[in-house]
């Protein structure tokens, strides 16, 4: 679904390169996580994915479903089937979540040559899926993200990924800041949405996610390239031994 | 202090012709005449340094001798366009006015014992409507006021009675039609009872695209314990001159709570003036304005705590394109008396153009001891993180930065309380954004 190939990317208008050679493949149904030490480049990846204008991808190919997305705007990215869970959501005055998510799920539906959904069935889905993600129905009165508590904001961004039902969800550290109750809800929205046809990226710092959501592969990120690949097992070992053994592996290259 | 310059002889001629051809009686012929002398003493002020007030505005264009009052009869105006084309709701008491003239016709006012709502020229001799009109915009207190006095003719006098409440809300719609160059000088004044609570709105539709000039005064007296809830519509054209002058007397306790609207004319001026002149009065003024192209308004609001306990907001917020500018002047007064006086101010701009400018500032001006005020004001572009955030949902940009637009001016429009006038702006918003968004950079 995702290929990856030596993928270099700075941020805008500076010689800072994040990522140096990064290269991954996500097939389709498989839950990847990437995990790194702090200023690994591991946001930068995921920021990468969708096209944030603050970086410059120098060298290297993304492919999703075997089309170059790199000359694509994020919006196109989006409705190709990428979405980003975002690690610090953008407060949207005056836009409440009800509208923000109608009008994404119209163009999505728009780009797949079907009609919007009527206000009374989207509304229909809105409060189910309010419910089931856990938020508060008073807080998604008010205008989007506004006044939200960290894990607010992120349980508002699974509520987004589950009506939005994308092909590949990459969650930026959506784990950081919640408490165990909240790392729950974010786990059961995941494991809810796995099906063999989607696939997910879950970037993280902490192995505790992982106990709630079980990768297929495991990627270690240091310093803008990937330096071990592996099973659940490698999750295990970063929590037991922390980044330190791959940092000094990574140096001595 | 605002400076004499040479002016066009049409307004002297004009306001003869009209003192000739539309006489009236004595009490306001002299009340014309006095606006007329300071007028003619100090034509239009200019937009020179050092000139505080009106530094931003440049009002040569009326200088020029080319605005000409009406005289004739007013074109004719169907009921359907009205309701088209303005804020219209047959449960309003609607009083209209075509090119500044009063239309008994198209007007709707319900009997109602406890509001009289009537064309200025039958109040002649209503004793409420002598003591207090030119009372607060007085006819010598700047060149417009002195203009709007000067041609007195046709207006609107609403009269609320002592703890009168519930009435349907009271539409002063001024309409101008097709015509260039045309100058017209709306008047109102609304006076509420003891403890009485009414809605007014003031509307000012151009059902063409020349350019007018259009210089209202509105006067709200509001007396002891009474509650006016206010809103001003601007949207004429983007040719048209609007210079609109509001003055507001508090009395204690009393409640004034305005929204006003802009969609930007060439160039216009808000400017609104507050006198909570008694204890405990209170008064929110809230404004929304949009302009693109070259256009240029200015709002002009100030508030003044004459006595303790009083509470006021100014909350006022702009949407600016093309090569537009805006000024959001706002003050607050409080004097030494005004213990325990509340204010806060904020003005917050979205930029769309780097060729957009907006001035904006708020000020406080304290001479009591026990207050408690704030003030801000932003001016910012559409924030790229949030663009970002948008079209990561498959949203694009342009339909990302819309609804960034509309959600920044929905805080204002939210505000307004009455139906039929909130769909109104909202639906000129939503007309209004592609064309801001095509003059976005």
């Known amino acids: ?253 | 202090m605002t400076l004499a310059t040479a002016r066009g002889e049409k307004y002297a001629a004009d306001f003869k012709a009209l003192t000739e051809s539309r006489p009236v009686g004595d009490w306001m012929a002299e009340l014309r005449q006095r606006g007329w002398d300071h007028f003619d003493s100090i034509g239009f002020p200019t937009a020179r340094r050092g000139n505080e007030l009106w530094k931003y505005t440049n009002l040569a264009t009326l200088d020029r001798g080319k605005f000409g009052f009406q005289l004739d009869e007013p074109n004719s105006v169907s009921a359907e366009v009205l309701r088209e084309r303005a804020p219209w709701s047959d449960d309003w008491n609607t009083l209209v006015f075509i090119d500044g003239r009063y239309s008994k016709a198209l007007s709707q006012v319900s009997s109602d014992d406890g509001v009289q709502a009537l064309n200025l020229t039958d109040a002649e001799n209503n004793e409420t409507f002598r003591k207090n009109l030119g009372l607060h915009a007085a006819a010598d207190e700047n060149a417009f006021s002195a203009l709007n006095t000067a041609f007195l003719t046709d207006g609107a006098f609403v009269q609320i009675s002592d703890n009168h409440e519930g009435t349907s809300p009271i539409h002063l719609l001024f309409v101008t039609t097709p015509a260039s160059f045309r100058a017209t000088y709306p008047r109102t004044l609304v006076v509420a009872g003891t403890n009485s609570r009414a809605t007014v709105m003031e509307s000012y539709i151009g059902l063409g695209d020349e350019r007018g000039f259009t210089a209202p005064v509105a006067e709200y007296v509001l007396n002891s314990g009474s509650g006016i809830d206010h809103y001003r519509v601007l949207v004429e054209n983007e040719e048209s001159f609007h210079i609109g002058i509001t003055r507001v007397y508090q009395s204690d306790n009393s409640t004034f709570t305005s929204t006003s609207f802009a969609l930007g004319p060439k160039i216009g001026r808000n400017d609104v003036h507050v006198l909570l002149d008694a204890p405990g009065a209170e008064c929110t003024l809230n404004g929304l304005y949009l302009t693109t192209g070259d256009q240029h308004m200015d709002n002009h609001i100030s508030t003044t705590h004459a006595k303790p306990h009083g509470t006021s907001h100014q909350f006022f917020k702009g949407v600016l394109s093309g090569n537009s500018r805006a000024v959001f002047s706002g003050r607050v007064l409080v004097e030494k008396d005004a213990q325990k006086t509340q204010a806060f101010q904020k003005d917050l701009n979205l930029i769309l153009s780097h060729g957009a400018e907006i001035d904006t500032k708020p000020s406080l001006e304290i001479y009591a001891d026990d207050v408690q005020c704030a003030h801000g004001a932003t001016a910012g572009h559409t924030d790229p993180e949030t663009l970002f955030y948008m079209q990561a949902r498959g949203i694009d940009k342009v339909t990302a930065q819309a609804m960034l637009m509309r959600g920044f001016a929905s805080e204002i429009v939210d505000l307004i309380g009455v139906d039929g006038i909130r769909d109104y702006v909202h639906g000129v918003v939503e007309e209004a954004i592609p064309r801001l968004q095509a003059a976005a950079d």
């Open chain 1, 1 to 253: 679904m995702l290929q990856v190939t030596d993928l270099h990317a700075s941020v805008l208008d500076t010689d800072n390169e994040i990522l140096k050679g990064l290269s991954l493949s996500i097939g389709a149904g498989e839950v990847h996580a990437i995990m790194g030490p702090n200023g690994s480049g591991k946001s930068t990846f995921a920021n990468v994915l969708l096209g944030r204008p603050d970086y410059v991808v120098n060298s290297g190919t993304v492919r999703f479903d075997d089309e170059d997305i790199l000359g694509l705007f994020p919006d196109q990215r989006a409705l190709r089937g990428l979405f980003l869970a975002f690690q610090y959501p953008a407060e949207i005055p005056g836009v409440r979540p009800w509208q923000f998510l109608k009008a994404a799920l119209d163009a999505k539906r728009a780009y797949a040559g079907e009609k919007p959904l009527s206000v009374r069935d989207f509304s229909k889905l809105f409060d189910e899926k309010v419910e089931a993600v856990g938020i508060d129905p008073d807080l998604v009165k008010r205008s989007l993200n506004e006044g939200f508590s960290g894990g607010e904001k992120k349980r508002n961004e699974m509520l987004q990924l589950e009506m939005l039902e994308p092909r590949l969800a990459i969650l930026d550290e959506t784990d950081s800041g919640l408490d165990v109750d909240a790392l729950k809800i974010v786990a059961e929205g995941v494991n809810n949405l796995r099906s063999p046809d989607r696939s997910f990226l879950i970037v993280t710092h902490y192995q505790r996610l992982l106990n709630y959501i079980k990768p297929d592969v495991v990627h270690i990120l240091v310093d803008g390239r990937i330096v071990e690949t592996g099973g659940p097992d490698v999750a295990m070992s970063v929590e037991n031994h922390g980044y330190e053994q791959y940092i000094k592996a990574a140096a001595a290259d």
